[in-house]
């Protein structure tokens, strides 16, 4: 019995050695992904057919290479673990000093009945309980998603016919609750990266007046009311998220995740090649989002941190309006040096690690993130895309400050003095957090008291040693400031 415990245990030992040997679990992962992006790209949002098919004809080889390679890995293995069942039974009548058998016996010799009794399988499955907890696995915090939750995102969120069938689904399942929600009231918080959104989304998001959105929702945001009551509920811990800027996030954050929303329905209307342009939102696309928000929101105040809002902010202001919705925008601005510097950090960070996994870049498409990375695309306050003079090189300060100055103008122009939309100073909300919070909830409509819930950490954001007072940027930062709630002008 002990000697059929010893042969499973190397006959078991030696094929996990083997299967690692092969690389067989990179094989598997590599064919996921490519069927994953295989999907995607028959749903893509922006694409039309003609684009599939050449994209989706070049792309099907890398679909049957991978596979073939998992095939023949697969033959492989199966050979290499017969060839040593047929050694340990030939070493085992060795040992036990057994006759030969003759020539027509000579399968029962290499494929034993012992195979299947309990001392042989005992010895086969050892390895397979010890290997794991005797090899660390170890953590990527770079790629922190898995095949499978790769497969899903590609699969759920970046498909555009699935997204709208499961879109579809979710209102018909939810039709009730939908009815019995009227006006609602909206929060946006709208500006260039780097300029505090995510702070000051996270100390709202703790109000517990504001839903939204959160990685919980990931990927299914096509069904956020389902799939948050499907979804287990246990807390995970709060790390730091990929930008590397000491601001820590876990599953239950705010995000900036609705925009897959724009994406699907309407991607064709604002994203381009290398910008992102504004567009205006016909009646039949508002009811659907609005629905969409009701479906996050509930009966709370919807809160959305997303920098695109901007692109068509006016158009929704204009038909959340005339539906008796109540609707404001908030524009955070960071002095212009300091948040340029900031956005040519994170172009870095991002398009090394787009470089590193190329899922990084799809991920990025699939939220509408362009603002910096391998995906990066101009953000353009208009319709039409005007002629910018932009420095060629995106790994310039002088590029991230004239896109800056580009944006901000626009904005300012467009958006200074109309009601519901505030601008409000970076700066001047790090120097009295409190403060500037209790103006942003007062101008909100809503109790000053509810600052007193908001738990506030102090933080001294890097400022720009390259700042140049008689700029063109440090005038319309100065101009900026002139119209922020949150700086006090008496």
């Known amino acids: 019995m002990i000697l059929e415990i010893i042969a499973g245990f190397m006959v078991s030992m030696a094929g996990i050695l083997f299967f690692l040997s092969l690389k067989y679990n990179q094989s598997i992962q590599q064919w996921i992904i490519e069927t994953s992006k295989f999907i995607y790209y028959i749903g893509h949002p922006l694409w039309d057919d003609d684009a599939k098919y050449k994209t989706l004809t070049g792309h099907f080889k890398k679909v049957f290479g991978s596979l073939s390679m998992v095939i023949l890995k697969t033959l492989v293995l199966l050979l290499f673990v017969a060839a040593m069942i047929a050694i340990v039974s030939v070493a085992l009548l060795m040992i036990k000093g057994e006759n030969w058998p003759g020539p027509d016996q000579w399968i029962s010799t290499?494929?034993?009945?012992?195979?299947?009794?309990?001392?042989?399988?005992?010895?086969?499955?050892?390895?397979?309980?010890?290997?794991?907890?005797?090899?660390?696995?170890?953590?990527?915090?770079?790629?922190?998603?898995?095949?499978?939750?790769?497969?899903?995102?590609?699969?759920?969120?970046?498909?555009?016919?699935?997204?709208?069938f499961l879109f579809k689904i979710e209102l018909k399942r939810n039709r009730k609750v939908l009815d019995s929600i009227g006006a609602t009231q909206n929060v946006y918080i709208s500006g260039m990266a780097r300029a505090g959104t995510t702070v000051l989304m996270q100390y709202l998001g703790q109000i517990s007046e504001f839903a939204s959105l959160s990685y919980r929702h990931m990927p299914f945001l096509f069904m956020p009311r389902t799939w948050i009551r499907m979804r287990s509920k246990k807390k995970i811990e709060?790390?730091?998220?990929?930008?590397?800027?000491?601001?820590?996030?876990?599953?239950?954050?705010?995000?900036?995740?609705?925009?897959?929303?724009?994406?699907?329905?309407?991607?064709?209307?604002?994203?381009?090649?290398?910008?992102?342009?504004?567009?205006?939102?016909?009646?039949?696309?508002?009811?659907?989002?609005?629905?969409?928000?009701?479906?996050?929101?509930?009966?709370?105040?919807?809160?959305?941190?997303?920098?695109?809002?901007?692109?068509?902010?006016?158009?929704?202001?204009?038909?959340?309006?005339?539906?008796?919705?109540?609707?404001?925008?908030?524009?955070?601005?960071?002095?212009?040096?300091?948040?340029?510097?900031?956005?040519?950090?994170?172009?870095?960070?991002?398009?090394?690690?787009?470089?590193?996994?190329?899922?990084?870049?799809?991920?990025?498409?699939?939220?509408?993130?362009?603002?910096?990375?391998?995906?990066?695309?101009?953000?353009?306050l208009d319709e039409n895309i005007p002629k910018l003079e932009l420095p060629e090189d995106q790994f310039s300060l002088e590029y991230w400050l004239e896109i800056w100055y580009q944006f901000y103008k626009k904005a300012f122009h467009q958006f200074r003095g109309i009601d519901d939309f505030y601008f409000f100073c970076y700066e001047a909300f790090c120097q009295q957090p409190k403060a500037s919070l209790s103006q942003l909830i007062e101008v909100l409509g809503m109790p000053k008291k509810l600052v007193k819930s908001i738990k506030v950490k102090e933080f001294a954001p890097k400022r720009s040693p390259h700042i140049e007072p008689d700029s063109k940027y440090s005038h319309l930062y100065t101009q900026l400031m002139n119209e922020s709630i949150n700086i006090n002008h008496g």
């Open 238 to 380: 709060a790390r730091e998220r990929a930008h590397k800027d000491g601001i820590m996030h876990s599953l239950d954050s705010y995000e900036a995740l609705e925009e897959p929303f724009w994406r699907n329905f309407d991607g064709n209307d604002y994203i381009r090649d290398e910008f992102l342009v504004s567009h205006s939102i016909e009646s039949g696309l508002h009811e659907k989002y609005d629905a969409f928000r009701k479906l996050v929101s509930g009966d709370k105040i919807y809160l959305a941190k997303n920098n695109n809002h901007l692109l068509r902010a006016a158009s929704l202001h204009e038909l959340d309006q005339e539906a008796g919705h109540n609707t404001k925008t908030i524009i955070p601005f960071r002095e212009p040096y300091s948040q340029a510097f900031s956005l040519l950090n994170q172009h870095k960070i991002l398009s090394k690690m787009a470089e590193e996994d190329e899922f990084v870049k799809d991920y990025m498409e699939f939220l509408v993130h362009h603002e910096f990375g391998l995906s990066h695309k101009v953000p353009v």
């Open 110 to 164: 290499l494929f034993p009945p012992y195979l299947y009794k309990a001392p042989f399988l005992v010895g086969t499955f050892l390895p397979i309980i010890l290997v794991p907890f005797l090899i660390r696995k170890k953590e990527n915090e770079d790629q922190p998603y898995s095949p499978i939750e790769k497969l899903f995102h590609y699969v759920f969120l970046g498909n555009s016919n699935v997204a709208k």
